[in-house]
């Protein structure tokens, strides 16, 4: 079993919806949760960055960490086309906090 | 320069052929990464070096992965008689110290035929 579980989708919703992004991990020595985005041919884009658990928000993005439940939550409001791309979820922890774990990603497409 | 930059974007080497895979990170960044992204996965770390110096090399896969970072600036991955499960994209990433503020290049794809 993956460290680090994530659904590939791929996940297809309207322009304007609300998009949850989801990842579960098995690592309880875990502190640090990223969520990149990648594009077709291109690499990993940095989107958010929390530490330990709580929520951050960055414009229409949303990042939630649940550490009790080893859960990871990415919410896009006001979904655009450009946002179709993979999404994949990161996460490492205090011992070596710059060996990122990631997720398979999960691919997703915002119809116009 | 403005980003990561890797080369070349694409490789096609036949079994058994070495490989050298260029990473030019962020100028002034001290910290430089490699991973390893199979088609369909996420990134798998290979590799850290802070400056010139390899601190972690506990994700190459054998020992026919082999990284260099002489100067502290530019890195070299290099894979000796590369065999099909090689093919995957090679991500370099470089950050100004510690996990934030890593950028990735857009990175290199190798098909061993």
């Known amino acids: 079993q993956k460290e680090v579980e994530q659904d590939p989708g791929p996940l297809s919703v309207p322009e304007g919806a609300i998009v949850s992004l989801n990842c579960t991990y098995s690592?309880?020595?875990?502190?640090?949760f990223m969520w990149y985005r990648q594009y077709s041919r291109k690499g990993p884009e940095l989107l958010m960055y929390?530490?330990?658990?709580g929520n951050k928000e960055d414009g229409r993005f949303t990042a939630q960490v649940d550490k009790s439940s080893k859960y990871i939550s990415l919410f896009i409001r006001d979904s655009q086309p450009s946002d179709s791309a993979t999404y994949l979820c990161a996460m490492s922890g205090t011992d070596s906090s710059y060996k990122l774990i990631f997720g398979s990603g999960t691919r997703l497409l915002v119809r116009p | 320069g403005a980003g990561v930059s890797q080369s070349p974007r694409y490789k096609v080497a036949k079994r058994g052929q070495d490989v050298a895979l260029r990473c030019d990170p962020i100028s002034g960044h001290v910290s430089l990464f490699w991973y390893q992204q199979a088609l369909g996965q996420g990134p798998e770390f290979l590799t850290y070096?802070?400056?010139?110096?390899?601190?972690?090399k506990s994700g190459l896969p054998s020992d026919r992965f082999f990284a260099e970072r002489p100067e502290g600036s530019v890195s070299t991955l290099k894979i000796q008689r590369t065999q099909q499960e090689d093919s995957a994209v090679y991500l370099c990433?470089?950050?100004?110290?510690?996990?934030?503020?890593?950028?990735f290049g857009s990175g290199t794809r190798l098909t061993v035929v």
């Open positions: 690592n309880s020595a875990f502190q640090y």
């Open positions: 070096f802070q400056n010139e110096a390899q601190l972690d």
């Open positions: 929390t530490y330990s658990s």
């Open positions: 990433a470089s950050s100004p110290t510690g996990i934030y503020g890593y950028t």
